[in-house]
């Protein structure tokens, strides 16, 4: 199975501020990645496919990068309501894991 | 708009069965692979497998292969998940997503296996 490491595993940050979580997959993945926002209580959300494309309606300060093995996420401006935890998840071999996930806060 | 509503999780005693159900609509369920998805209390997202749209194809995670089965109805826009030989570690919210690319999420349903 494909191993996805997320780093940080936790992160403070202050409003206005950019966020960036990194995720490492075991073996090349290509561009087969997803990003994930859970808020407390919900269902996680898709922002990002194919490593890099916006999903419809989430705000362009979500962003990601990258490809083979290593990607990165970012939040360009850091808003109160992205307090949440993010899951990168990989979708290029069977059985698509996700990393364990970050935890993000507001300081 | 995309609904998938999860149900049937509850209490269930170790070494016993549950089948959860989740209810699709909105789209032309039968066009899609699904899957599930689970989150034991306070930790992370395990995949745990995926059924094509026809059903010819269902591909379910190593560790939970021969205790767990995911099959549909499309007939009832349905989708299920056969849990057997449940222990504490099975203890988690289950959802369901719509295809492989997990765009859609209900909002899930809880499995407690305990004595």
């Known amino acids: 199975d494909i191993q996805m490491t997320q780093s940080p595993s936790s992160l403070s940050a202050s409003v206005g501020d950019k966020v960036t979580i990194t995720c490492q997959a075991t073996?090349?993945?290509?561009?087969?990645l997803n990003w994930f926002q859970q808020r407390p209580g919900k269902a996680p959300k898709l922002l990002i496919y194919d490593a890099s494309t916006l999903e419809t309606g989430v705000p362009s300060r979500f962003s990601g990068s990258g490809s083979g093995t290593d990607f990165t996420f970012s939040i360009s401006s850091l808003q109160p309501d992205d307090v949440a935890t993010y899951y990168c998840?990989?979708?290029?071999?069977?059985?698509?894991?996700f990393g364990q996930g970050t935890k993000l806060e507001i300081k | 708009q995309v609904q998938l509503v999860e149900s049937g999780g509850g209490v269930v005693k170790p070494g016993g069965s549950l089948r959860l159900s989740c209810a699709a609509s909105?789209?032309?369920?039968?066009?899609?692979?699904m899957t599930w998805i689970r989150q034991p209390p306070g930790k992370g997202l395990e995949w745990i497998g995926y059924i094509s749209g026809s059903a010819s194809s269902m591909y379910v995670a190593d560790s939970l292969r021969g205790r767990f089965t995911i099959s549909r109805d499309n007939a009832k826009n349905s989708l299920s998940l056969q849990m057997n030989s449940l222990t504490a570690e099975d203890t988690a919210v289950y959802y369901c997503?719509?295809?492989?690319?997990?765009?859609?999420w209900g909002q899930g349903t809880l499995v407690t296996v305990s004595p």
């Open positions: 997503a719509r295809d492989a690319g997990l765009g859609y």
């Open positions: 998840q990989q979708y290029d071999s069977l059985p698509y894991t």
């Open positions: 909105g789209f032309p369920f039968s066009d899609y692979y």
């Open positions: 073996q090349d993945i290509s561009h087969s």
